[in-house]
């Protein structure tokens, strides 16, 4: 850890963290969040990965039917064609642009929320230092109180305490 997160913990938060750590509870907590995270991050991973393979058949397919379409033309609305063809790819890369966004909105607002639950469930387990906020400098506390967590737990597994 850091000294400065260790100076912004107070002896009482430090004192209150170890008692609620006592049972294991907090513990088996933090590692179902720790799955949930995971397999949400997983989730979210995968259908972002599905809309971009979807985008990518899209501009394959259309490319595909630009390029049949110029093989059977007639030479006298060459430049009409390749003219609509341009208009159909923008419009395309503008539709992917935007769902795109949108996606990456989702994802954002659902990480988000998935942070807020966290916070919710520790807040309610008695962890101290934890409640919902968005204050960037809180969350990287809460974060640096998780890490520490993790790494108690990990010290106490090897050594068989738990």
Same mark, same amino acid.
């Given at each position: 850890?850091?000294?400065?997160?260790?100076?912004?913990?107070?002896?009482?938060? %430090?004192s209150d963290l170890a008692l609620a750590l006592i049972d294991g509870t907090v513990y088996e907590i933090v590692q179902g969040l720790l799955d949930i995270q995971h397999l949400t991050e997983k989730?979210?991973?995968?259908?972002?990965?599905? %809309?971009?393979?979807?985008?990518?058949?899209?501009?394959?397919?259309?490319?595909?039917?630009h390029k049949d379409a110029l093989q059977s033309r007639k030479s006298h609305n060459l430049a009409l064609l390749k003219s609509n063809q341009q208009a159909e790819?923008?419009?395309?890369?503008?539709?992917?642009?935007?769902?795109?966004?949108? &996606?990456?909105?989702?994802?954002?607002?659902?990480?988000?929320?998935?942070?807020?639950?966290?916070?919710?469930?520790?807040?309610k387990a008695g962890v101290p230092g934890f409640y919902i906020?968005?204050?960037?400098?809180? $969350?990287?506390?809460? &974060?640096? $109180? $998780?890490?520490?967590?993790?790494?108690?737990q990990q010290k106490e597994s090897q050594s068989g305490v738990q």
């Open positions: 850890m850091v000294s400065s997160f260790q100076q912004r913990l107070s002896y009482n938060t %430090l989730n979210l991973y995968n259908q972002r990965q599905k %809309l971009h393979c979807e985008h990518q058949a899209l501009k394959q397919d259309l490319t595909r039917k790819l923008e419009a395309l890369d503008i539709r992917v642009r935007e769902e795109q966004r949108m &996606m990456d909105k989702k994802i954002v607002a659902e990480i988000d929320q998935k942070v807020i639950d966290q916070q919710n469930t520790l807040e906020t968005t204050n960037p400098q809180e $969350l990287t506390m809460q &974060m640096n $109180l $998780l890490e520490l967590i993790l790494k108690l």
